[in-house]
């Protein structure tokens, strides 16, 4: 198989699944959605590489409807980490190391936590000691007042992010903004609600619904907290889940709808 056709290939399989995690989540579809989709797909590899990059999400009908989690399902979760194990050593922050695999070391500590917290201890907490440690460090975000969105600060260490790239690297890890997982970049949010409100907004009006919809629900989830927020989101959200755009875009302001109390669509 050509690169293409792989790359191709896995997008699709993710779509499919984010496409049954969304049916779950709104009560349709069967039980053991993640070993369904494993176990009917034509090409194995890319249907458990998606059950990486759907991440956590997979867990989210459970966590936000309280529908048990079937054995099966976390026999595929666990399988997906070691048929296709992540590095041994836990990647570098940027800029010391690349963002992508350590954007995908958050993502797959956020995975292994909510496989450990709907399991049983042993083969999952296996998976999560082996394959799925916690990064060090959340995105970091320059507090100087008043850069534009393409300015890079000027003082400060090399790895703080001005508003609008910490807010698209705050949306890359929108698998994290669950009820129920909490770290570094959870604090982060917290702490820059206006950070990802501008993220927001700017992502909206440069039509670039996906990452709007990524860093709304981090809002979503924030005002779930009590945080108090410099903007509305449920405008926002409701806005987000009448333009369609594909199943990954709609589970992630399905997921940021609950949160926010909204009724399915």
Same mark, same amino acid.
């Given at each position: 198989?050509?690169?293409?056709?792989? *790359?191709?290939?896995?997008a699709?399989?993710?779509a499919?699944?984010?496409?049954?995690?969304?049916?779950? $989540?709104?009560?349709?579809?069967?039980?053991?959605?993640?070993?369904?989709?494993?176990?009917?797909?034509?090409?194995?590899?890319?249907?458990?590489?998606?059950?990486?990059?759907?991440?956590?999400?997979?867990f989210?009908?459970?966590?936000?409807?309280?529908?048990?989690?079937?054995?099966?399902?976390?026999?595929?979760v666990? *399988?997906?980490?070691?048929?296709?194990?992540?590095?041994?050593?836990?990647?570098?922050?940027?800029?010391?190391?690349?963002?992508?695999?350590?954007?995908?070391?958050?993502?797959?500590?956020?995975?292994?936590?909510?496989?450990?917290?709907?399991?049983a201890?042993?083969?999952?907490?296996?998976?999560?000691?082996?394959?799925?440690?916690?990064?060090?460090e959340?995105?970091?975000?320059?507090? *100087?007042?008043?850069?534009?969105?393409?300015?890079?600060?000027?003082?400060?260490?090399?790895?703080?992010?001005?508003?609008?790239?910490?807010?698209?690297?705050?949306?890359?890890?929108?698998?994290?903004?669950?009820?129920?997982?909490?770290?570094?970049?959870?604090?982060?949010?917290?702490?820059?609600?206006?950070?990802?409100?501008?993220?927001?907004?700017?992502? $909206?009006?440069?039509?670039?619904?996906?990452?709007?919809?990524?860093?709304?629900?981090?809002?979503?989830?924030?005002?779930?907290?009590?945080?108090?927020?410099?903007?509305?989101?449920?405008?926002?959200?409701?806005?987000?889940?009448?333009?369609?755009?594909?199943?990954r875009?709609?589970?992630?302001?399905?997921?940021?709808?609950?949160?926010?109390?909204?009724?399915?669509?």
């Amino acid at each position: 198989m050509s690169s293409d056709r792989s *790359r191709t290939a896995y997008a699709d399989s993710a779509a499919d699944l984010a496409r049954s995690a969304l049916d779950a $989540l709104h009560g349709a579809g069967g039980t053991a959605m993640v070993a369904a989709h494993v176990e009917g797909a034509e090409d194995g590899a890319a249907a458990l590489a998606a059950v990486r990059v759907v991440g956590a999400d997979t867990f989210a009908p459970h966590l936000l409807t309280g529908a048990a989690l079937h054995p099966l399902d976390a026999a595929a979760v666990a *399988r997906s980490f070691t048929v296709l194990p992540p590095p041994q050593c836990v990647p570098q922050s940027p800029p010391a190391g690349p963002a992508e695999p350590w954007v995908m070391a958050w993502r797959d500590w956020a995975t292994g936590s909510m496989l450990a917290r709907f399991t049983a201890e042993g083969a999952a907490a296996e998976v999560v000691s082996r394959y799925a440690a916690r990064p060090a460090e959340a995105p970091l975000l320059a507090r *100087r007042v008043g850069l534009r969105p393409a300015e890079a600060p000027s003082s400060g260490p090399a790895r703080d992010l001005g508003w609008a790239e910490w807010s698209v690297r705050m949306g890359q890890l929108s698998s994290l903004a669950l009820p129920g997982l909490d770290g570094p970049v959870h604090a982060a949010a917290r702490q820059a609600p206006l950070a990802l409100a501008r993220g927001a907004t700017r992502s $909206l009006l440069r039509r670039d619904y996906p990452t709007a919809a990524r860093i709304a629900r981090w809002l979503a989830l924030l005002q779930h907290e009590g945080v108090a927020l410099p903007l509305d989101p449920v405008p926002l959200v409701t806005h987000l889940r009448m333009l369609g755009n594909g199943p990954r875009l709609a589970l992630d302001t399905a997921i940021a709808g609950n949160l926010l109390g909204l009724e399915p669509v």
